[in-house]
């Protein structure tokens, strides 16, 4: 696909791991990110399309990894600042699928009922799917693992996808779609071609 040097420089700009994660955030950072691309890689403008929108700008996420901590003023739950201790408190998460965000505060008692005296954190994951069901783990080994008859599941072009609480899996459904008419758009697939979806979560595209 791409000349050795191309790749090469491709290869170094992402070891530059301090260098790329101010971008991965915002739509201006993400036209930095485009500009460095440009610049370190000889790429034309053409090679870019515009950015696609989530058709759900709120409520989206089927996922929220949430922190729950001990602290001497009682346990909080909520997200933790990157690179920093601190911890946000939450009751509610507008990016969150409305059956999670409604949950939030129940999932706190649930989760400092289960805590043990001598945990001080708990990385929990709370997770939903078309079915609306809330389900969560993070407390206690192999809290992540469900059973088969509990998994969550969506439709995508009409084949159920099947998924856990510690699936890799997109956590945007609502923009599932759109992603799979872009793959489609770019690929040069036929009844021949051996498509390897590799380190790839549920295997969404080989399905």
């Not at 036209?31 to 700008?57: M, Y």
């Not at 949430?66 to 909520?78: A, M, N, P, S």
């Not at 088969?148 to 945007?172: C, H, M, P």
Request: hydrophobic share 45%.
């Amino acid at each position: 696909m791409f000349e050795s040097n191309l790749l090469n420089s491709w290869i170094n700009l992402f070891s530059q791991a301090e260098t790329i994660r101010p971008f991965c955030i915002s739509v201006p950072s993400l036209k930095n990110l485009k500009k460095l691309f440009l610049e370190n890689l000889q790429l034309g403008p053409e090679f870019f399309d515009s950015i696609v929108a989530s058709p759900e700008p709120y409520h989206y996420r089927n996922r929220l990894d949430l922190t729950l901590r001990r602290k001497k003023e009682g346990i909080v739950l909520g997200f933790q600042v990157a690179a920093a201790r601190k911890i946000i408190e939450v009751e509610a998460c507008p990016i969150a699928r409305k059956e999670i965000s409604e949950f939030i505060p129940q999932l706190k008692q649930e989760a400092i009922a289960k805590l043990p005296a001598d945990y001080r954190n708990a990385n929990l994951v709370v997770r939903t799917g078309e079915g609306g069901r809330v389900l969560w783990g993070g407390i206690g080994r192999r809290s992540l693992a469900l059973q088969e008859k509990d998994y969550f599941w969506t439709t995508v072009r009409g084949r159920k996808i099947f998924y856990s609480l510690d699936t890799f899996f997109q956590a945007n459904l609502f923009i599932l779609p759109a992603l799979m008419d872009v793959i489609e758009k770019y690929a040069d697939i036929d009844a021949q071609t051996c498509f390897l979806d590799l380190y790839s979560g549920t295997g969404l595209f080989g399905l």
